[in-house]
C-alpha cells in the first residue's frame, strides 16, 4: 500500500500537459489527456505547484486560484481582469494592461482597427479562416474590457467590428460548404 501511495506521489509530482492546462486555463483548453481523478487530487496538485503556475501566468491568475483560492468558478479571461480587479489584487496592473495593449487602452487612436469596420475592408485584407476567428475573439475581449471600463464609444467600436467579422465568418463557412451539403438545405 505504501508503494502505491509514493507512486502516486511521485506520479503527482510532475503536472501532465492537460493537468497544468486545467490549473492555468481551466477547463476551456482543447488538450487532451488525463486531467484529474478529483477535487482532491485537483487541489493538491495545486497547493503543491502553486509557485510555478502563479509565475507562469505573469500578472494574470491561473484558473486553479480562482477555483482553490477564491471558491469561484473558472471565469472568462475578461472576468478573472474584473474580479481581481475589485478584490484589490489587481488595481497597479490596469495601467499595465492598457500601455502593453492599444486595443484595450482607452486613449487609442481612432484609426485602430478601422481595416476591419466592414466586411468589405475585413474581405479586403483577405485573411485565412482561424485569423479572423482569433480576432473575433481577441475585440470580444476588448469590448467586454471598455464596457468594464466604462467607455461607452469603444464598446460600440467594437461591436460594430464584431458584427462585421461574423458576417465574413458566417459567409465564409458558405463558402467553404461542399455543394452536397448546399443543396440538401
Excluded at 502505491?4 to 482543447?30: C, I, N, P, V, W
Excluded at 491568475?61 to 480587479?85: Q, S, V
Excluded at 484609426?111 to 479586403?124: C, N, R, Y
Excluded at 464598446?155 to 460594430?160: F, G, N, P, Q, W
Aim: with cysteine; hydrophobic share 40%; proline share 4%.
Amino acid at each position: 500500500m505504501k508503494l502505491f501511495a509514493r507512486r502516486r506521489h511521485e506520479r503527482q509530482s510532475k503536472l501532465s500537459d492537460r493537468q497544468t492546462a486545467l490549473l492555468l486555463y481551466g477547463e476551456s483548453m482543447a488538450q487532451s489527456g488525463r486531467g484529474f481523478m478529483d477535487l482532491a487530487e485537483e487541489e493538491a496538485s495545486w497547493t503543491e505547484h502553486r509557485s510555478e503556475l502563479l509565475a507562469a501566468t505573469g500578472f494574470a491568475r491561473p484558473a486553479g486560484y480562482f477555483r482553490h483560492e477564491l471558491c469561484a468558478d473558472t471565469p472568462k479571461w475578461i472576468c478573472n481582469a474584473e474580479k481581481l480587479f475589485r478584490s484589490g489584487l489587481f488595481a497597479d496592473r490596469i495601467d499595465w494592461i492598457e500601455r502593453l495593449s492599444i486595443t484595450m487602452s482607452g486613449d487609442q487612436d481612432p484609426d485602430v482597427h478601422s481595416d476591419f469596420e466592414t466586411p468589405e475592408s475585413i474581405l479586403a485584407l483577405n485573411l485565412p479562416y482561424p485569423n479572423l476567428e482569433a480576432l473575433l475573439r481577441e475585440l470580444g475581449h476588448a469590448q467586454a474590457w471598455h464596457a468594464f471600463r466604462g467607455r461607452p464609444a469603444l464598446v460600440e467600436k467594437y461591436s460594430r467590428i464584431g458584427a462585421a467579422l461574423r458576417q465574413v465568418l458566417r459567409e465564409s463557412l458558405i463558402l467553404l460548404k461542399p455543394k452536397e451539403s448546399l443543396n440538401a438545405n
